[in-house]
């Protein structure tokens, strides 16, 4: 696979293309609003709205005028009953739609680009919340060959898809080509060095799938990185500055465990972070060397090979430990650590201090006040708050910060008075950080919390909520966290107003929407396999089924698993009525939680004949008496 180095010049040439900036046919292939459903995203887990076909009255179609051709048309754009387009099609030869676009909410999530030219390649892009990465498919097999746009984050994502999937075309997407060195002017000596390295890239993929052993309801949780190390243009003789992140380590949750997940050197090629080493599981990092050549900037040292290797058998043998020895396997992994940063230089240290204040955070979590993981993280957090400007201070405060909390939170118990104090204690401190750390990668993981904090707090706190929420989609617009602090806005103010929820059924895939119920009265019951009340709560909808669904009741039930096949064996084990709803990402990722920002199931909607919801805060127990008044006998 050859990859050519986008520059911005060649991006803005492509925006033009997939902007309509070309001449189109006066006549279109026909489209209906019927057939534009039809047509699915190529690429998988795209978060689209599609609405079933039964939900489809009011939908239409608008043609897209041909500025150079006045009087012709070039595509057209379907949209809703409330005038957002759902989707956009254009065509540029008068046989096929060239450009599909699709939507959330009115923004456009999702591109697909056709060019007509067969030697052009397919063009996939993500957008508005969904990211921006922008991957070419040049054979047209409908799998990315290259990417030309992809964030750090967005790259440790396809790695652990591709480390997830085992699949080595997935990962030869992201690897750097001799190309992309030549274009950076990497001596060629080093290049040579560097594609060495990417020729393994594909065992090291096998290696740690095997390691890590992940079932199917692992999910990427965190990608940690470090300011990324830049070698000026001029310093080795290229064409354009070097600017690499010499080794980040992925947060993966599988289960009850916590696995960790390398990504090996990364580059920015143009506008795409590409791999070099690829990915290697547990706590040994890739020590490969650079792409910058220097021979300071190891990842491991002689010195750490035997702290490194002791590190790594420890994290192998804790694959399947008890929730009871955690505290000691996370002890034993901070003295590990200790002695590795005490033997490095300090500019070796950043990516394990990182991993040793992980590890104290979880060891100091699960003890009392004071205790010594706990005293150590406070002792390390006030020695970088003497360089603010350094990512690891914030980094270290704020899981001071949850640390502590999380101390407090047990020792207080059932004390209704201290819960209070200490919930007052909390909001005050999330917003000293996010003040402090505006521009810190936890700013908006502290913003969050501090939303549902005051959230919590009662309808009191709800104004404070809704700023902070506010806060979050402005400030913080490209982090994740944005999608959900404007869905928990908009379920705030969801009383009164019609319900907006659509996504596919489990197990078909089949959109539904609510509000395709008008005229009858619908329980919307978010819930995951895992929660404590799943049985008792679908006794209850059952009962409810039976008794208030011939007078019209409805049940819509949300499934946040992760994993379909979870979310499909607890509705059989218990039961549960109604359709049932699912898209993957669990409750801090799937599309359907973050719609109206539900945070921690069970909720509960209970939505009137007239499709608007009537109690946003629902409870499973009292149902029955809200329904008594909207279905009468």
């Known amino acids: 696979m050859s990859f050519t180095r986008y520059t911005t010049k060649t991006l803005a040439a492509l925006t033009l293309w997939a902007g309509f900036g070309l001449n189109a046919y006066a006549q279109l292939p026909t489209l209906t609003v019927d057939k534009a459903f039809e047509v699915k995203p190529r690429q998988p887990g795209v978060a689209i709205n599609t609405p079933a076909a039964d939900q489809l009255a009011g939908y239409h179609i608008d043609p897209i005028a041909n500025p150079k051709t006045p009087?012709?048309?070039m595509g057209y754009v379907v949209r809703d009953a409330q005038n957002r387009p759902v989707r956009q099609f254009v065509s540029y030869d008068n046989k096929s739609f060239n450009i599909v676009a699709f939507y959330i909410d009115g923004v456009e999530s999702y591109r697909e680009v056709f060019p007509p030219a067969a030697t052009e390649p397919f063009q996939f892009r993500w957008l508005g919340t969904a990211g921006g990465k922008w991957g070419l498919d040049r054979d047209?097999?409908?799998?990315?060959?290259?990417?030309?746009?992809?964030?750090?984050?967005?790259?440790?994502?396809?790695?652990?898809?591709?480390?997830?999937?085992?699949?080595?075309?997935?990962?030869?997407?992201?690897?750097?080509?001799?190309?992309n060195l030549d274009a950076l002017g990497v001596p060629a000596a080093e290049a040579a060095k560097i594609k060495d390295r990417t020729a393994k890239a594909s065992q090291r993929l096998i290696a740690a799938g095997e390691a890590l052993k992940l079932s199917p309801e692992a999910r990427?949780?965190?990608?940690?990185?470090?300011?990324?190390?830049?070698?000026?243009?001029?310093?080795?003789?290229?064409?354009?500055?070097?600017?690499?992140?010499?080794?980040?380590?992925?947060?993966?949750?599988?289960?009850?465990?916590?696995?960790?997940?390398?990504?090996?050197?990364?580059?920015?090629?143009?506008?795409?972070?590409?791999?070099?080493?690829?990915?290697?599981?547990?706590?040994?990092?890739?020590?490969?060397?650079s792409a910058t050549g220097n021979a300071n900037d190891p990842v491991i040292t002689e010195a750490i090979?035997?702290?490194?290797?002791?590190?790594?058998?420890?994290?192998?043998?804790?694959?399947?430990?008890?929730?009871?020895?955690?505290?000691?396997?996370?002890?034993?992994?901070?003295?590990?650590?200790?002695?590795?940063?005490?033997?490095?230089?300090?500019?070796?240290?950043?990516?394990?201090?990182?991993?040793?204040?992980?590890?104290?955070?979880?060891?100091?979590?699960?003890?009392?006040?004071?205790?010594?993981?706990?005293?150590?993280?406070?002792?390390?957090a006030e020695e970088l708050k003497a360089t603010p400007q350094n990512p690891l201070a914030a980094y270290a405060a704020f899981r001071v910060l949850t640390t502590e909390n999380g101390i407090a939170l047990r020792e207080a118990g059932g004390d209704e008075k201290k819960l209070q104090a200490l919930q007052e204690k909390w909001r005050t401190s999330l917003e000293e950080f996010v003040k402090t750390y505006p521009n810190s990668n936890d700013a908006p993981e502290a913003a969050l919390r501090l939303a549902i904090a005051y959230e919590y707090a009662g309808r009191e706190g709800e104004a404070k909520a809704k700023e902070w929420y506010d806060t979050i989609t402005k400030d913080y617009a490209q982090h994740a966290h944005a999608a959900r602090a404007n869905g928990s806005k908009k379920r705030l103010e969801s009383e009164g107003k019609p319900i907006d929820l659509v996504g596919p059924e489990i197990?078909?895939?089949?959109?539904?929407?609510?509000?395709?119920?008008?005229?009858?009265?619908?329980?919307?019951?978010?819930?995951?396999?895992?929660?404590?009340?799943?049985d008792s709560?679908?006794?209850?909808?059952?009962?409810?089924?039976?008794?208030?669904?011939?007078?019209?009741?409805?049940?819509?039930?949300?499934?946040?698993?992760?994993?379909?096949?979870?979310?499909?064996?607890?509705?059989k084990r218990a039961e549960l009525p109604g359709k049932h709803l699912h898209?993957?990402?669990?409750?801090?990722?799937?599309?359907?939680?973050?719609?109206?920002?539900?945070?921690?199931?069970?909720?509960?909607?209970?939505?009137?004949?007239?499709?608007?919801?009537?109690?946003?805060?629902?409870?499973?127990?009292?149902?029955?008496?809200?329904?008594?008044?909207?279905?009468?006998q």
């Open 140 to 179: 047209r097999d409908g799998k990315v060959d290259e990417w030309v746009v992809m964030s750090p984050e967005e790259a440790s994502q396809e790695l652990f898809q591709a480390v997830l999937a085992k699949d080595a075309k997935r990962l030869e997407a992201l690897l750097a080509t001799k190309e």
């Open 507 to 534: 197990g078909t895939n089949q959109a539904f929407a609510v509000n395709s119920l008008n005229g009858k009265v619908v329980v919307v019951y978010y819930w995951a396999s895992w929660i404590s009340t799943l």
């Open 220 to 289: 990427w949780v965190h990608l940690e990185t470090n300011a990324p190390h830049t070698t000026p243009a001029d310093a080795f003789g290229g064409k354009d500055d070097l600017v690499v992140h010499k080794n980040a380590t992925i947060l993966i949750q599988d289960g009850k465990e916590m696995k960790f997940l390398q990504t090996g050197e990364l580059v920015m090629i143009g506008r795409a972070w590409k791999a070099i080493d690829g990915p290697s599981a547990g706590s040994e990092a890739v020590a490969g060397g």
């Open 583 to 632: 898209m993957r990402g669990g409750v801090e990722g799937s599309p359907l939680a973050a719609a109206y920002g539900v945070h921690l199931p069970p909720h509960v909607f209970l939505v009137g004949k007239d499709t608007k919801i009537v109690n946003r805060n629902g409870q499973v127990l009292t149902l029955e008496g809200e329904l008594k008044i909207l279905l009468p």
């Open 537 to 571: 709560d679908a006794r209850k909808l059952k009962e409810l089924a039976t008794t208030f669904g011939p007078k019209g009741l409805e049940i819509v039930t949300v499934c946040l698993d992760d994993d379909p096949q979870a979310g499909i064996a607890a509705i």
């Open 305 to 380: 090979k035997a702290d490194v290797a002791e590190l790594d058998k420890l994290d192998r043998s804790a694959v399947n430990i008890a929730p009871g020895e955690l505290t000691g396997y996370y002890l034993k992994r901070a003295g590990i650590l200790e002695g590795i940063v005490k033997k490095l230089e300090p500019k070796d240290q950043a990516a394990w201090l990182k991993l040793l204040i992980d590890s104290l955070a979880s060891a100091g979590d699960s003890g009392p006040s004071g205790n010594p993981a706990h005293g150590r993280l406070k002792q390390i």
């Open 71 to 73: 009087g012709s048309n």
